[in-house]
């Protein structure tokens, strides 16, 4: 349980200072708001996002993977649909805030130590 709520905290911080880059593009209404996105952002991921990824197999091959990113991208403007006070105004945008989201995750968890 302590490393779920750790997980969530590090990637709402993610979200924040990904909002803060992406300030034009992205919003993000508070802390609270970006706790939340962490969590559906994490629902997603883990319930989600395997099925597609599973029923998208065909075009993934012929993508050579590329395809991954379109769905990383539909995770993130789904997330905005359901998050009060969370925005993309773009696809590109929401591609951005992937990348910028997963790369401060992992530099965070690296520095705390949250992978075994």
Known sequence: ?????????????AVLLAAFLLHSGVRVNGTLTAILVAL?????????????????????????????????????????????GFRVSGW?????FSFIVSFITSVIEKLVGGKD
Not at 44 to 54: A, E, G
Not at 75 to 84: E, F, N, R
Not at 92 to 96: C, G, H, P, R, V
Request: net charge positive.
């Open 1 to 13: 349980m302590n490393k779920f709520i750790l997980k969530t905290l590090v990637t709402s911080v």
């Open 40 to 84: 559906v952002m994490g629902l997603l991921n883990n319930f989600v996002k395997p099925i597609l990824i599973i029923l998208t197999i065909p075009i993934t091959l012929f993508t050579f993977g590329l395809f991954l990113l379109f769905i990383n991208v539909l995770i993130v403007k789904w997330t905005s649909d359901i998050v009060p």
């Open 92 to 96: 590109l945008y929401a591609l951005l």
